[in-house]
Structure formats: structure tokens, C-alpha cells
């Protein structure tokens, strides 16, 4: 058979596996689009094309055959094992049931990275509350004194630096900050671990330092129920990032029967779920925090019951939610 | 092997030759993109000065999203590449030649913040110089691989050769040599296009003989392998 018979005995197949990839990648609307692609014609056409470039192959049939077979069963390679991980469409079953499941997988992860911010922050707090210098050892003197100005009852509107920003400027300071530093948190994994340690640690002294000052200052009645709603979501999230990270950490240092890459790349895909969620969660810390935190008017009583109802709901979400299966 | 091609098999016993991109090339897409950024942060910054506090939340809100998701949006579409990575051709595919996942390309680009530890993207630089497929931390995670789009085959437009039979069939390696020539034949000079032709003389039975007829000849193959009859 000379390449030219081959070429007209099967071009017919290979037009209708152009045709159908073209169709589905939404290419050539006109030419009858609204027929839905039969998946079991596509597989049948792209086992035959795989055969003829195998035989083109053997054969040594002219390049521009074998490039034209080449780029026909690459094209619906692509198409036949596209794989639909954890996209948006998907945003609705990771809230209900994969980011809460993930979580739970993670228990271990999780109270180790809990225990990792919580201890740093009370340590940093109760040193800082009974000698308040120390705070010049965490952060410099310029920004002590700014959050001292943030939280003093004598300011307008709580947890803005300057007196210019308003609700929305500090949303967006806190979306950029707070999500970058859980991205940071999950990130710092894949050094052995090293960087999320860094990152749990370091937030946790800062943040316990920060409030062990602020309440030697007397500002404790301002500054606790600023925090008290938003830090459901906010050291939740915190939380949760180091989990992922963690785990990444794991990976690397104790792989188990894999290789290090090997398991590294599974603890990443199921560990990235958690990464999804923390950035809801944080979203949501930024909005409450932003607007809700700030207001004034607000009276403590009432911003405590709704912090109360906010932390049982978040940790009844990543206890309960998506239990049942389906 | 100084080849750094990466071959992945599908299971249908195809293999794909993915060309993975070095560090030179990945370097400046990365600037461009890098430009980019700035220019269209610089442009809603100006924009959103008029808007007072609502619009410097905004502008941070828009700082966050090219920081980290400009080229996951970017690598999710059709072309699977950033505009810079665009520039010089290449694009974002998992390991398996098949295109980039939702999850791997926020994993891969998540874990760049990793890969600029210690300073100055000196993790990702040590990486993608030692290993031979060039991958950053985050691609090592995300299981993906930056390549070079396939190029389309070089097209000879030699049309008035008249097409010639081969004098002995031809491996695919050769007849992509013989074509590549072909591609070529434009820009080389007549003596050296004839020179390069007599080593191919033998595919049109004229081993060992040169000149402008053997070149003729030789490009003529080319033809025929192209699919060209006379």
C-alpha cells in the first residue's frame, strides 16, 4: 500500500475526528453544533487514528502524513482525558462536603498547627501584658504606637491605622494581607515544613503581643470585641493554611512507601482543597471585619453574642458539615 | 544526553515529545508578565484615586488578584499561557502532556511565594537548573510542566521543483532533515545550499555526485515527501 492509498483509504476517518474535536473545543457554531458529540464515536475514531500513525510510524509513510496523525490523535488525547478537578462549577460541592472532609482528614495536621500559633500567642501575651517593652522587640516603636491609636477609645472608628481610610480601604488591606499571608503559610510547606513553621510561629507572637499590649493599655474593652467576631474566621483560616502546609512538609521529610516528589504532588492535591476553603473563610473575616468590627455603635454585648454564634458555626461547619455521604 | 525532551506515553501507546522550557526564557516571560501587572495596577490606582477610600480598597483588592491569580486565570484558558509566556511560545501542561488542571495551576502558583525563598526566586533558580525537565518547586508539586508549544512543521515553498520519488524509503528522521533543508533552501546561498544537498545526495540515487541538478533533486524529495506529486 503506497502512502497515498493509506492517506485516501482513511482521510474520511480522520476529517470526521477533526470535525467532532472541533465541535466539542465549541469550534465551526454553524456546522451543526446543536447534535451533541457522541463520546463513544470520538473513542472509536481516536483508537483507529492511533492504529494508522502507529502503522504510518512503522512504515516510515512522508512527514507530513505522520505530522498531520500526530497533531490529530494529540488533539483529541487533550479532549478524550481532559481532567475536571475541583473547578468553580464544583464551588458548591467543596463547601458542603470536600473542604470540611479535607479538614477532618487533616485532624492531625490541624491541631498540630493549631497548637503551633496558639502557644506563641498566649506565651507572647501574658510576657508582653507583664512587661510591656517587650513589644519593641516584636514590632518597631512607630507601629506600637499606631496600634495604640488603633484601638484607644478615644478613636472614631476602631482598627484603622490613619484616620483617612475608611470601611472599604481597610477591606481591601485586609484581603490582600490576611489571604497573602495564609498562601504564604500553605507555600512555606514545600521547604521541609520550614516556612509554615516560620509563618504559624511568627503570627501567632505577633498577634499575641500586639493584644497582650494593647490590654496592659487599658484598651482591653475596645480591642477584645473588635477581634472577638472576625478571629472565627480569620485564626480559623490561619489555622487551616498551616494545616496544608504541613502537610506539604510531611511529604517532603517523611514520604512514606513513595518517592519525595511522588508524594509530594498527592499531599498537594488533596491538600489544596483546604487552601480553597481558608480563602472563603478569609473573605468572609475581611467583610466582618472591615464593617462589622469597626462600627462603633455597635455595643460590645451584642458584637460578643454574634462573635459566640459566628465560632460555633464555623467550627459546627468543620466538624459536622458533609458527613453523610452523597 | 543533552536533549531535555520528556516523553510521555498515553495509553493508547502514543507517544508525545513535550520540549520543556529553560530558565532564560521562563525568566523574561516572567519580566513581561511582571510589566504587565504594574502597567494595569498603575492604570486602576490612577482610576480609583478619584474614589477616595472605596477606590484604594479597591486598589488593593486589585493588587491581590494579579499577585496571585493573573496566571492561573491566564493559564486556564484556551492557549494555557500568560501573555508573556505567550510571547515566547510556551505554555503551562501537566506532566502527561495533557492541559493544566484548576488545582495545579493554583497549586503551582500559590507555592511561588516558596520558590522566592530565600530571596530573589533563589529556590525556583536553583530547581530548574539541576533538574533536566526544569521545574520550579511549584511545578514540582502541581506536577505540571512549562514547554514549548509545539511548532507547526516547516513549510517548503519550493513550488516550482518538480516533485521526485526517493531513490530508498526514508526513516522519519531523515525525511525530516530532507524537509527542514527544504524549509531552509531560501535562505542559504547557492553554494552552500548545494553543498548541504550533496550530503543528501544517495535519497535520489546520486551518491556521491554534487551541483545545482543533485540539489534540484534533493528539494524535489523534499516535494514528494511533502505530499507533492508530479
Redesign the interface.
Known sequence: MTP?HF?ELYQAEWQELEGLLGRMLGRGREAGAAQPVSGERVAAL??RA?EH??IA?AR?Y??????RLE?L??DA??QI????????SNLKQLLLADFPRAVRAHARYVWTSAALLIVPMLAAGLLVYARPELILSVVSADTAASFERMYSPAAESIGHART??????????Y??NN??IA??C??????AGL?TLFFILYNGAFIGAIAGYVTQRGFAAVFFPFVVTHSAFELTAIVLSGAAGLR?GAAVLAPGESTR?QA??G???ES??I??GVAALLLVAAAIEAFWSSARWLPPPVKFGVAAACWIAVLAYLTLQGRRAG | MLDTAVAAE?????V?ELRPAGLSARFYAFLIDWLIRLGVLWAVAMVAQML???G??????V??AL??FYPVVFELGRSGATPGKGVFELKVV?D????V????S??RN?????DF?PFCFG?AIVSMLLRRDCKR??D????TLVVYQ?RA?PKATLDMVVPVAPAQ????RD??AV?ALAARAPTLTVERLDELAALAAQICGDAGRSGPEVTRRVLGVAQ????R?P
Open positions: 497515498l492517506e481516536y483508537r492511533c500513525l502507529a510510524r516510515s512522508p512527514a507530513y502524513l505522520l505530522a497533531r490523535t494529540a488525547h487533550r482525558y481532559r481532567r475536571r478537578d475541583f473547578g468553580v483617612a481610610d475608611t470601611d472599604w480601604t481597610m477591606f481591601g488591606f484581603i490582600r489571604i497573602g498562601f504564604q500553605f507555600a512555606g510547606g514545600v521547604i516556612g506539604l516528589v509530594l504532588v499531599a498537594a492535591r489544596v482543597v487552601v480553597y | 498515553t495509553p493508547e501507546g502514543i508525545l477616595g477610600g472605596l484604594t480598597g479597591l486598589t488593593l483588592i493588587y491581590f499577585e496571585w501537566m502527561d502532556g495533557l492541559p488542571t484548576p488545582a495545579a493554583l497549586t500559590l507555592l511561588r511565594v516558596a525563598m529556590f518547586l511549584g514540582i508539586a502541581a506536577a509545539p512543521a524509503p526514508l526513516a522519519p525525511q525530516a524537509i514528494w515527501l511533502l505530499g506529486r
